[in-house]
């Protein structure tokens, strides 16, 4: 079954305290990037990437890291997470496909709570 | 640059009743448009799509037209059902370098029985 799986799917932790998000996908896809979701202002992304060790920033990316090392995997680092970043966030992944209009699927998500 | 409203909800109707959730966009060349459906508790998926203007993406009941003229991508149903509450988005593909999706703020429906 075609899917992008995160994890955690609920995460509290501290200020401070270093976390990661792990995605990973079973499709091949060239391209993935990480949202995150508040309310009033939709999906905005973080980072992305085009292919393995091609990486960067999206339209918020303060306070993150990412990196792809292989192909499947596209983990989000918050080496010193703060409460503004509490917040609902999602990995997709999509085929290159310039100009085709390709699907993006989506991962469950993970709630983050920063405390 | 490249930009999504739509409107604000929630919406609320009853079931069998008509919708029509408004999207407008704003974009250089020519965006692909999508819908994306997020029920509770789950990520987005698409609901439909269509890659050029006046082309007409459909599936489950719903429909919406690329239309250039007016920047408009609305989305419609003839008769709700309670399982098509939701939050819905709108969204374009920028056909640059990027081909980064830019997603409008979501709308949330409630089909009441």
């Known amino acids: 079954e075609a899917q992008v799986t995160q994890n955690p799917r609920y995460l509290i932790t501290v200020t401070g305290k270093k976390l990661t998000v792990t995605c990973s996908q079973n499709m091949n896809h060239e391209y993935m990037s990480w949202y995150r979701q508040d309310p009033g202002l939709g999906l905005r992304q973080i980072y992305y990437?085009?292919?393995?060790?091609?990486?960067d920033k999206g339209d918020v990316p303060e306070g993150y890291k990412v990196s792809r090392k292989e192909k499947r995997n596209f983990p989000l680092i918050l080496e010193s997470p703060s409460p503004n970043q509490t917040s609902l966030y999602f990995c997709a992944s999509r085929t290159e496909g310039q100009g085709a209009g390709t699907e993006a699927f989506f991962g469950q998500g993970t709630r983050l709570t920063v405390v | 640059g490249n930009s999504v409203t739509q409107m604000e909800g929630p919406v609320t109707l009853s079931e069998e009743a008509f919708l029509t959730i408004n999207c407008t966009y704003t974009?250089?060349?020519?965006?692909?448009l999508f819908w994306y459906v997020q029920y509770p508790g789950e990520g987005l998926q698409l609901l439909l799509k269509a890659t050029k203007a006046d082309d007409k993406g459909s599936n489950k009941g719903f429909e919406a037209t690329y239309r250039k003229e007016t920047t408009s991508f609305h989305l419609e149903k003839g008769s709700v059902q309670v399982s098509d509450s939701a939050v819905y988005f709108c969204?374009?593909?920028?056909?640059?370098?990027?081909?980064?999706?830019?997603f409008g703020t979501g709308t949330l429906l409630a089909v009441q029985p």
């Open positions: 990437s085009m292919n393995v060790e091609v990486t």
């Open positions: 969204a374009l593909s920028d056909r640059g370098a990027t081909n980064k999706l830019i």
């Open positions: 974009a250089t060349g020519y965006p692909s």
